[in-house]
């Protein structure tokens, strides 16, 4: 028998919601290197991110890395490592080398953002429900 680690709903609605606004950077970010030369478009694990969120890795995860490809640019310290960050595989490549499908990554974007809207509600529906046991009435 498999035993299943218990999360406050709240614990586990915040990291729902920071692994799919992780996951939103990702897809924005394919999004606006659609004309990038070599650029390979890229998406998340959403399990594997999620996880990492539950068990204390979030520092890892907090956002992208920013690269400085020139000398006046500001450099940000970059991550080693970024758990499940995957290169997605491309349909039809683009002889620049650029691997980003737009209508993919659209797809992807609104499929994201509503399971970001159903994490907020269920986010503010266990908060509602904590408030109306802490008060006495019904929320």
Do not use: C
């Not at 028998?1 to 939103?24: C, I």
């Not at 640019?73 to 595989?89: A, F, N, S």
Request: charged content about 20%; proline content about 5%.
């Amino acid at each position: 028998m498999k035993l299943v680690p218990q999360y406050d709903s709240l614990a586990f609605g915040e990291a729902a919601l920071k692994a799919r606004s992780f996951r939103q950077e990702i897809l924005a970010s394919n999004m606006a290197n659609a004309d990038t030369p070599n650029y390979k478009a890229r998406d998340v694990d959403f399990g594997q991110v999620l996880k990492a969120r539950l068990s204390g890795q979030e520092q890892q995860i907090s956002s992208l890395a920013m690269e400085a490809t020139n000398a006046g640019h500001i450099v940000m310290p970059v991550r080693k490592e970024q758990p499940g960050v995957l290169y997605r595989t491309p349909l039809q490549p683009s002889l620049d080398g650029n691997t980003v499908d737009a209508d993919t990554e659209r797809s992807h974007f609104a499929q994201n953002a509503m399971m970001m809207q159903a994490a907020i509600e269920f986010f503010g529906g266990s908060i509602k429900s904590r408030m109306s046991a802490i008060t006495g009435q019904p929320g």
